[in-house]
């Protein structure tokens, strides 16, 4: 019988985008997961994506949390692998210290990590800040402009930089303003890895990278992309997942 700590034993993976992306952004992981005999889900967050008419000034990181949690009760899944990127970070924290006893591990992929009452805003560095909530201000109060996707790592002359470019929405904005609300440790008592992404190397996350570094019991991983790891490479970034599932 295989080891439930053996890479190729089937397990469930619930991926969990960041800001301005969809499910579609895990398209290529997902279908190596599965192509290896795991169980995907990649949920769009509420007012993204395909979900984008669900735009809303009342969207907050709670509504995030509530989205993930939906499909892990809705499917009926227990020990999930839940990964989250960038933005996602904070969401799969928030969904651990709801859910601890569904989730079998946490993974961070170059993902921010909120304490108990902190903002994505209240921790990104100031001039970061000033320039969204300037761009907020000038489309309406209501979401972040989509970037340019050499924002995320991705060479503007990338074979996927058009297919990335064409599906980033804007996001909205209350999910960065609102705090996370945690009881428990950030990953409360599961099995969690940080996976650093290094070349470029994403700089606003730099505090979220240390932090996780500095944590006892964690495992920290780096491959060497862009920001958007599973757009740009894909077949490590699975490897690295099976590994820390």
């Given at each position: ?82 990964v989250g990127h960038s933005h996602g970070g904070a969401v799969i924290s928030g969904v651990a210290d709801l859910m601890p006893e569904r ?143």
């Open positions: 019988m295989p080891d439930a700590a053996d890479p190729l034993t089937p397990k469930t993976y619930v991926l969990v985008h960041g800001a301005w992306h969809g499910g579609w952004c895990w398209r290529d992981v997902a279908d190596l997961l599965r192509a290896r005999g795991h169980r995907v889900f990649a949920p769009t967050l509420t007012g993204l994506g395909e979900r984008r008419h669900h735009l809303s000034r009342d969207i907050s990181l709670s509504t995030f949390v509530a989205d993930v949690m939906g499909v892990m009760e809705a499917e009926e899944l227990e020990d999930i692998v839940l989730i079998r591990a946490l993974v961070y992929l170059d993902a921010t990590i909120l304490q108990n009452g902190e903002s994505a805003f209240g921790v990104l560095p100031a001039e970061v800040v000033e320039e969204r909530r300037h761009k907020v201000a000038a489309t309406g109060g209501l979401a972040m402009p989509v970037p340019e996707v050499t924002a995320f790592g991705i060479p503007a002359d990338h074979p996927r930089a058009g297919w990335v470019r064409r599906r980033l929405t804007p996001h909205p904005v209350g999910s960065y303003e609102s705090p996370l609300a945690l009881a428990h440790p950030v990953g409360n008592g599961r099995a969690c890895t940080y996976i650093s992404c290094t070349n470029p190397l994403y700089l606003p996350l730099q505090p979220a990278r240390d932090w996780a570094r500095a944590q006892p019991g964690w495992s920290w991983r780096e491959i060497a992309t862009g920001h958007d790891a599973m757009v740009l490479a894909p077949e490590a970034l699975v490897g690295l997942l099976e590994e820390a599932g």
